[in-house]
């Protein structure tokens, strides 16, 4: 019987790429974007679905121009996908990637880092 | 059956490391012949890099390629008609850094296959591996006469040796990036 085995090389490789991926670098998110982005995480946390249009109205102190924007860089940076309403193709419902959960969920363990040494 | 497919495996990445190794090498010498500080020695060396990646992913066998490659390269560029010395050097860039791997390995709670190593600890031992093959290499030059008189050649070697390493690090974090972000686009 055949048996698959995992190369020495291949774990090293593995385990250099997410070496690698831990780098330091500069911040991925501007101030704005990370306001969005938590913003956007209240409402996915609470089960409410939020549409473009609500996100732009959703700040009273920046203008909904400058959140579309974000939303665009957001969206370009793989953190949220847009996907489009059944009945209407003109609401679109902004979602969470996997990218954006491992953000969030860095930022809990931060959190939860903070608490602990307090 | 199993031996030989070892040993194809084991040539293989001994040639990958000699090829890659070389390559970087010349492509340093002609397109980045400006950061040149004095024979043998440059601001940015990023020969270095690959050095750090091929003894971290392939270990012996890539301190082999480097060794062969390296001793080529001292041949052709700097000590023309003394293979000893060559050789030499080129047995010390590429085992040198598997010796600074080793004591990474015992003292940064990292295993062989590379557990527990993260961005930090990968930037520690890129500094170990420059200075260590850095003193090394100078030393086996005064040794041969070949020593490089230039003033604070040594510190520029390590610093060259460094920035060249970190160059080709950050290359791979930003291919790296890429091809994730094109995934997830496809």
């Given at each position: 019987?055949?048996?698959?085995?995992?190369?020495?090389?291949?774990?090293?490789?593995?385990?250099?790429?997410?070496?690698?991926?831990?780098?330091?670098?500069?911040?991925?998110?501007?101030?704005?974007?990370?306001k969005v982005?938590?913003?956007?995480?209240?409402?996915?946390?609470?089960?409410?679905?939020?549409?473009?249009?609500?996100?732009?109205?959703?700040?009273?102190?920046?203008?909904?121009?400058?959140v579309h924007r974000r939303l665009k860089t957001l969206k370009k940076k793989g953190l949220i996908a847009l996907k489009e309403d059944d009945d209407d193709n003109r609401t679109k419902y902004i979602q969470p990637t996997q990218l954006?959960?491992?953000?969030?969920?860095e930022v809990g363990k931060c959190m939860t880092a903070a608490v602990k040494m307090k | 059956m199993n031996s030989i497919k070892n040993i194809?495996?084991?040539?293989?990445?001994?040639?990958?490391?000699?090829?890659?190794?070389?390559?970087?090498s010349v492509a340093n010498f002609r397109l980045l012949a400006f950061s040149k500080y004095s024979e043998g020695i440059h601001w940015i060396y990023l020969p270095s890099g690959i050095v750090l990646i091929s003894i971290l992913l392939f270990a012996e066998n890539g301190?082999?390629?480097?060794?062969?490659a390296s001793s080529i390269i001292t041949?052709?560029?700097?000590?023309?008609?003394?293979?000893?010395?060559?050789?030499?050097?080129?047995?010390?860039?590429?085992?040198?850094?598997?010796?600074?791997?080793?004591?990474?390995?015992?003292?940064?709670n990292i295993d062989a296959n590379l557990n527990n190593l993260n961005g930090s600890s990968l930037m520690i031992m890129s500094l170990l591996f420059c200075l260590l093959k850095t003193c090394m290499r100078e030393l086996w030059l005064s040794l041969r006469g070949h020593q490089n008189h230039a003033q604070y050649a040594i510190l520029v070697s390590v610093v060259?040796?460094?920035?060249?390493?970190?160059?080709?690090?950050?290359?791979?974090?930003?291919?790296?990036a890429s091809v994730g972000q094109f995934r997830n686009k496809t």
């Open positions: 019987m055949k048996r698959n085995t995992i190369s020495n090389e291949t774990i090293r490789f593995l385990n250099l790429i997410t070496a690698i991926r831990s780098m330091p670098s500069v911040p991925v998110l501007d101030a704005l974007e990370e982005l938590i913003a956007l995480a209240s409402k996915w946390a609470s089960g409410i679905a939020i549409t473009v249009m609500e996100m732009l109205d959703y700040f009273t102190d920046v203008s909904p121009s400058t954006a959960f491992n953000v969030l969920d | 194809i495996n084991n040539s293989t990445s001994v040639v990958i490391t000699s090829l890659s190794y070389y390559c970087i301190a082999v390629g480097i060794a062969i041949q052709q560029y700097y000590v023309h008609d003394d293979w000893i010395t060559s050789v030499g050097n080129g047995l010390i860039t590429g085992f040198s850094p598997l010796a600074a791997r080793a004591f990474c390995i015992s003292k940064l060259g040796d460094f920035v060249g390493a970190l160059a080709i690090l950050y290359l791979a974090k930003i291919i790296i």
